[in-house]
């Protein structure tokens, strides 16, 4: 099946368009994901934060640090968290989930001896953190710290609005091969016809009717066309007929004519002239 | 359609470019669940001890030599009409050294196999993280015995009650290690250590040493649990270096201390390095003495071992004796199906002596067993073990409030090829 110049433009500024509005979708689901995601993250952080500060306490206080380890590895293993780590009174982290070593970065971080503070930290090498500090008996007993990594959000998003704008890249695909099924069943087959009889007649080839007969049948603005191109043609043909015995009755006239005018110029001729005298002069002997 | 049409192909590539951007980071493969193996069929009327420890993974090499040194012991009783007439078998399963199996394979043990008591598990992680369930199921009195960790949470309330201590704690071990150092006069000691309870537990043992003597730590540097030796730890050896210590204690497992070692010699550090009894100094050494071999190379130099069971080479200690001779005439191995069939055994070690001896004052608590053999009455004979001699020149004595064996601490250092006793601390002074 041959797809027609003006369908592909169509067909093309119609993905173009579908595109556009994927890309602004995506742009726009994206900033209310990263939104979203954020507050969660940083929700579920500071929750973690504080459980983690409300049962450090009794440990913190009475018993070694593996105890205090042992519930940070298990916090450490939920997802979206990348460190967990515990400052003591003295300033001194006494437990922590980082491999090789605490980064500068994060050793520096302080908290609020009031409420849980959460702020955006840059590690070299490691990544973009969300650092949640909660404070452990008002401060007094130190501060958690827990981590949440942004470039796991970050990829959740992009997985995310990659996911959606794929299905819907592929249902609009799908749609538009559809619609271009419809529309070249349906409007271009049709003109294609039209335009093969259309250069049947350009070729003299003789209009037979029946090339259109299904077409005209149609009750749509393409049967009116196939009708209105149907007596067109017919009027065409009988035109031409009509004209074709014009020009045969002009040629006999202008035969008759011509005889005439030869004719005229035999019986005109000086010659003729003075044979029919002489013609008269003998008749005129004889008598 | 005969002829395709452009849109299709800008599409395709679009659709291709934003495919790639979907694909998230692979989910990290979840551990799998160990495999599920006995090592002996029981017959009704044994006595079953389970034991859930790491048979594969890089540290195979203890569970597997704790497991050998408990059957040769066992397989003597047992040959020899086992304890007043019943066998004592050994239901293990593998942990890798990882929680989660550890807390599978323990709740397994004690409501399926309803073993009688379980003994030998190994690791700090995974031992912190099954003690809860021994508070849960107190009701069944079911007990844990000799754990492979010197860590604390089993030597303090509220879990103290349902485990039993044979060796020494981290903290004797780091306590020894920091007294005999400083007295070397080495004061700048750094921390090498596991990322999680069991490195912290030694953290916490070498902090609060130091810090009875007005130190502190001069530097620490931890690394992944699971680091094979074959990763390189030069990062960690660059980071304690800068540091500038005198000394360095690893609290770590065989695999990544070997490597530890390693690259710090490669690195051209000679200082000291002193590892802790759960480290397996046997494979430890093995590790060691095969890239020196390949290489050309001594790292066994300037290498310190506490252990917390005396050296097998001292065969003036009549349980020395007896578990060379049994570990050379029944040659143990744990069931393959546990360990793969990759793993290598070790004629003797540290880690398979423990496992004797443990075996040996489970085996003197179930004689005692009075009336019935149940969970309870195992725990009263336990209790009730006073000052049994099972060989090793210190005697055993357990009570209600007494739940910690031992706290004798053994320094050992390599020469030619073997850890030996440590006579003089002088070749390290500063």
């Known amino acids: ?287 | 359609m005969s002829k395709p049409f452009f849109p299709f192909g800008i599409l395709l590539s679009m659709l291709l470019a934003i495919a790639s951007c979907a694909s998230p980071n692979p989910p990290a493969p979840p551990i799998a669940k160990s495999a599920r193996v006995f090592s002996t069929a029981p017959s009704p009327g044994d006595y079953v001890i389970g034991m859930s420890a790491a048979f594969t993974g890089p540290s195979a090499g203890l569970g597997n030599e704790l497991y050998r040194g408990t059957a040769a012991y066992l397989e003597y009783i047992n040959r020899n009409g086992g304890v007043n007439g019943h066998r004592v078998v050994v239901r293990a399963y593998d942990d890798g050294y990882n929680p989660n199996p550890a807390i599978d394979n323990t709740v397994d043990l004690i409501q399926t196999d309803d073993v009688l008591v379980l003994m030998d598990y190994v690791g700090t992680p995974t031992v912190t993280r099954v003690l809860p369930l021994l508070k849960k199921y107190s009701d069944s009195r079911v007990s844990l015995l000799f754990p492979f960790t010197g860590a604390q949470p089993q030597r303090e309330p509220p879990y103290d009650e349902f485990v039993f201590n044979l060796r020494a704690s981290y903290r004797d071990e780091t306590e020894g290690l920091v007294d005999r150092l400083v007295s070397a006069g080495r004061k700048k000691i750094a921390v090498f250590f596991q990322a999680d309870s069991y490195g912290r537990s030694g953290w916490d043992g070498v902090k609060r040493a130091l810090a009875k003597r007005g130190l502190e730590l001069a530097g620490e540097a931890t690394y992944r649990r699971g680091t094979p030796y074959s990763a390189s730890l030069g990062e960690q050896v660059n980071i304690l270096r800068k540091a500038g210590p005198d000394a360095i204690i690893s609290i770590g497992a065989y695999a990544a201390c070997a490597a530890f070692v390693r690259d710090a010699r490669d690195a051209g550090w000679d200082v000291p390095i002193a590892n802790v009894s759960f480290v397996g100094s046997g494979s430890l050494l093995d590790l060691l003495l095969d890239s020196g071999r390949q290489r050309g190379k001594d790292y066994t130099a300037n290498l310190i071992n506490s252990e917390v069971v005396p050296s097998f080479e001292d065969a003036s200690l009549p349980a020395v004796r007896e578990y060379r001779q049994m570990m050379d005439e029944y040659e143990p191995t744990a069931p393959s199906e546990l360990t793969g069939g990759q793993y290598k055994p070790l004629k003797y070690s540290p880690v398979s002596l423990e496992g004797f001896l443990n075996a040996k004052v489970l085996v003197a608590a179930l004689g005692r067993m009075t009336g019935t053999s149940g969970r309870e009455a195992l725990m009263g004979a336990l209790e009730s073990l006073d000052g049994v001699d099972i060989g090793i020149g210190i005697p055993i004595t357990f009570g209600p409030r007494r739940h910690q064996g031992l706290n004798a601490v053994y320094y050992t250092s390599v020469e030619n090829g073997r850890f030996v006793p440590i006579r003089d601390w002088r070749r390290w002074a500063k």
């Open chain 1, 1 to 287: 099946m041959r797809m027609p110049k003006l369908l592909q433009k169509v067909l093309a500024g119609v993905l173009v368009l579908f595109v556009a509005v994927v890309v602004t979708t995506s742009v726009i689901s994206g900033w209310n994901l990263d939104r979203l995601l954020r507050e969660q993250y940083d929700s579920k952080g500071a929750a973690l934060a504080n459980d983690i500060a409300a049962a450090s306490v009794e440990t913190l206080l009475n018993r070694d640090a593996s105890t205090l380890q042992s519930a940070l590895d298990q916090s450490a293993e939920i997802q979206g968290v990348s460190y967990v780590f515990i400052v003591d009174d003295r300033g001194q982290i006494v437990a922590h989930t980082f491999v090789p070593s605490v980064p500068e970065a994060v050793r520096s971080l302080s908290g609020n001896r009031a409420t849980t503070t959460i702020r955006d930290v840059h590690v070299d090498g490691l990544g973009d953190f969300a650092d949640i500090a909660a404070p452990i008996l008002g401060g007094e007993a130190g501060y958690v710290h827990v981590g949440m990594d942004r470039a796991i959000m970050a990829n959740q998003i992009k997985s995310a609005i990659a996911g959606t704008s794929l299905a819907i890249l592929v249902v609009m695909i799908a749609l538009a091969a559809a619609g271009a099924m419809v529309v070249i069943r349906t409007v271009t087959r049709p003109i294609l016809r039209l335009t093969d009889v259309a250069q049947s007649l350009e070729r003299g080839d003789p209009y037979r009717p029946e090339a259109l007969a299904g077409l005209s049948k149609q009750k749509d603005e393409l049967g009116q066309l196939a009708r209105v191109f149907g007596d067109m043609a017919a009027q065409v043909k009988a035109r031409e007929t009509r004209l074709k015995q014009q020009v045969e009755e002009l040629r006999i006239e202008i035969d008759q004519t011509k005889k005439a005018k030869q004719v005229a110029e035999i019986t005109e001729s000086d010659y003729f002239k003075s044979l029919r005298q002489k013609a008269k002069e003998m008749r005129t002997v004889r008598e």
